[in-house]
């Protein structure tokens, strides 16, 4: 029994060293590893953000780069990459010339420029006043405020074509809901979006429409953005019995200045890129049946000369996306300039 003894704790005594041997030789490795994956704070940044800087690469900032190559082509071809000529500023200078982009076709109201900034300067106001005072609403119901929160957020998941098929449906002239609605008050039907219908009859549509389908993301962003504020300001206007209306002047919305910021000038770049919604109401004419006018956007107007594969339109189409680029950029300056003495941070 000695001798058994004995081995086994020679045994275990050499198990013990030899695991100890290699625990230090692990540790050691792992140093050096770490040692040299040890990136400094800036290196490890690039790469945590370089799957989504591939992809803004590739789809974002390449097609950037492209558009400024292809605007100095003249005649390009891209079934098979010919070119006629060079030219630096000659499609700028056609698309600004050019008939129904600054000035109205002729025997037509309005013109590209005309609809995208009605729409901008429409729309964007009222549906950012609107979704503040529903956000603000929300958050003062307690019943059933998770059901209305749902059927607010609705749109933002739904697919834009089908809601707009929805609203064309609701302004049909024979059988629209709308116009049952205005029958109701004895207020006969109103053509709205079929043929007969006035320029204003059909832009109300499409204004209602674009206010109804961006309401959605502003309404979420500002009711995470009132529960975020510090209940103290709430409370202490109730001590001093403040009426409702003033705390909504003078706490909620300088307390939401950043946001409301925020909101204005993403929605701005939206109305700017409005084109979708046009498509889904009107069609491929961007009109009702037989008008003698339409309500084509900027995007509309480019899509128009990339669907087009006449030689050199694909320039025209990058000349006129740089233009609307910079359009938008110098409203996004004017507002970021305003906001510097408006915003409250």
């Known amino acids: ?82 070119i006629s000529g060079y030219s630096l500023f000659g499609n700028f200078t056609q698309i600004i010339n050019s008939a129904g982009f600054i000035k ?39 019943p059933l405020k998770n059901l209305f929160t749902t059927i607010f957020f609705l749109p933002y998941v739904t697919n834009t074509i089908a809601i707009g098929l929805v609203f064309a449906y609701m302004f049909s002239g024979n059988f629209g809901l709308v116009n049952q ?81 925020y909101i204005v000038i993403t929605s701005v770049i939206g109305a700017f890129k409005t084109y979708s919604s046009v498509v889904a109401i009107f069609g491929d004419t961007a009109a009702p049946a037989g008008a003698q006018y339409n309500l084509k956007t900027i995007v509309f107007y480019i899509y128009d000369y990339i669907n087009n594969t006449a030689p050199g339109n694909l320039s025209l189409a990058a000349a006129a996306s740089i233009i609307l680029f910079l359009i938008i950029l110098v409203f996004t300056l004017l507002q970021m300039y305003v906001g510097k003495k408006r915003v409250h941070y």
């Open 181 to 261: 609605f205005l029958g109701l008050f004895g207020i006969a039907p109103v053509t709205w979006i079929d043929r007969g219908a006035s320029y204003w009859s059909a832009f109300t549509v499409l204004f209602v429409y674009t206010i109804w389908d961006s309401l959605a993301f502003k309404i979420m962003v500002f009711l995470s953005a009132i529960q975020g504020i510090d209940r103290q300001y709430y409370q202490a206007a109730d001590i001093d019995a403040t009426p409702k209306g003033r705390v909504f002047r003078r706490i909620t919305v300088p307390l939401l200045s950043p946001m409301i910021f």
């Open 104 to 142: 109205p076709m002729q025997g037509y109201p309005t013109s590209v420029i005309t609809n995208t900034l009605l729409l901008v300067f429409l729309t964007v106001p009222l549906s950012v006043i609107l979704s503040l005072i529903i956000a603000v609403a929300l958050n003062s119901i307690k």
């Open 1 to 82: 029994m000695t001798v058994i003894k004995n081995v086994i704790w020679k045994i275990r005594k050499y198990y013990t060293r030899f695991k100890n041997h290699i625990s230090k030789r692990r540790v050691k490795i792992e140093d050096k590893i770490h040692f040299k994956l040890e990136l400094p704070t800036f290196g490890r940044a690039l790469l945590y953000l370089a799957p989504a800087l591939i992809l803004l690469a590739i789809f974002t900032f390449y097609p950037i780069f492209n558009s400024f190559i292809l605007v100095i082509y003249r005649g390009y071809k891209l079934s098979d990459g010919t």
